[in-house]
C-alpha cells in the first residue's frame, strides 16, 4: 500500500515505483502513436500486442492495490 502512496522523504522503493508507473504511462502514449503508422504497426504488430497486454496487466494490479 505505502508504495503506492506520495513518497516520503528517503523512501527510495516507492520513488521508483512512481518512477516506473510514469514511464509506463509515457510508454503506453508512444505505442498508441506508432500504431497509428501503418508499416510501423504491420511490422511490430506482436510487440504492440505484447506491451499492451503487460501495460494492462500493471495498471490493472496498481488499481486493485489502491482499491485494497
Given amino acids: 500500500y505505502e508504495l503506492l502512496e506520495k513518497a516520503r522523504e528517503g523512501d527510495r522503493l516507492s520513488v521508483v515505483v512512481d518512477a516506473s508507473i510514469m514511464a509506463l504511462i509515457v510508454a ?24 499492451e497486454r503487460f501495460s494492462l496487466a500493471v495498471f490493472a494490479a496498481e488499481y486493485l492495490l489502491r482499491l485494497w
Avoid at 503506453?28 to 506491451?51: K, M, P
Fill in 28 to 51: 503506453n502514449a508512444l505505442v498508441v502513436t506508432l500504431e497509428t503508422v501503418r508499416g510501423i504497426e504491420s511490422a511490430y504488430h506482436g510487440f504492440f500486442v505484447a506491451f
